[in-house]
């Protein structure tokens, strides 16, 4: 099994509401990740985590929280998102944060009014 | 700067066709290169991964090469068919001081022509 199951699969939310995206594996990876993508480019990383503690944040707006409350679940907390913050967002897994494969889920579609 | 590009940017050929994907990287301290496929508003499907200390990859009808020394991969479809229409994408991982981060390219527009 080598999957990543990521819902809502779409998200339609206005800029003053409070929504979370979740992502699941079962593939026993310890490492976690949050890509965002816009249309015709590539994926852009966003948060890494591995054992489960945060270890990359490029930068992100604070108006995004992750969370990774186990192994297996990873979450993604909006609040106060802008129009511009609409996009593809990604969840991906890999045994180890180095060397290993990357598995993606299939994304949440989130538009921001 | 530790760059990812794939050129050209969309391709189209004929069914039947053999094709090379090409992949340049900047740096060849690399952890690893995976290819990927991505259908318009899917995810990321993982085709192949090759680790630093390998030369190539093969699945089914696909082969994956790696040449650190040129910083080159190419990906070798074989008799291409319209279902392998989709883009693909060349995703390195570069060694970033304690960490590791996964660079993407921009990617290449397969079109297969029936």
């Known amino acids: 099994d080598t999957e990543v199951t990521q819902t809502p699969k779409h998200l339609v939310m206005g800029m003053t509401n409070k929504k979370s995206l979740k992502c699941e594996q079962h593939?026993?990876?310890?490492?976690m990740y949050w890509y965002k993508q816009k249309a015709k480019k590539p994926p852009e990383l966003m948060f890494v985590?591995?054992?489960?503690?945060?270890?990359i944040n490029e930068s992100v707006p604070s108006r995004f929280s992750p969370e990774c409350p186990n192994s297996s679940l990873l979450n993604l907390h909006l609040h106060a998102l802008q129009p511009e913050d609409s996009a593809l967002y990604l969840c991906?897994?890999?045994?180890?944060?180095?060397?290993?494969?990357?598995?993606f889920g299939e994304g949440s579609r989130l538009t921001v009014l | 700067k530790q760059e990812v590009t794939q050129i050209p940017a969309a391709l189209s050929v004929p069914e039947g066709e053999n094709l090379v994907l090409n992949c340049s990287f900047t740096?060849?301290?690399?952890?690893?290169l995976q290819w990927f496929r991505q259908d318009p508003g899917k995810g990321l499907t993982s085709l192949l991964l090759?680790?630093?200390?390998?030369r190539e990859q093969t699945s089914g009808r696909l082969n994956a090469s790696l040449d650190k020394s040129s910083g080159r991969s190419t990906l070798y479809i074989a008799a291409s068919q319209p279902g392998d229409s989709a883009t693909y994408l060349c995703?390195?991982?570069?060694?970033?001081?304690?960490?590791?981060?996964?660079?993407f390219g921009k990617g290449i527009t397969l079109s297969v022509r029936p």
């Open positions: 991906a897994s890999s045994r180890h944060r180095e060397t290993g494969e990357l598995f």
């Open positions: 593939m026993g990876h310890r490492a």
């Open positions: 985590y591995s054992y489960e503690k945060l270890s």
């Open positions: 740096d060849s301290a690399i952890y690893n």
């Open positions: 090759i680790q630093s200390s390998q």
């Open positions: 995703a390195v991982r570069f060694p970033t001081g304690a960490n590791s981060k996964l660079t």
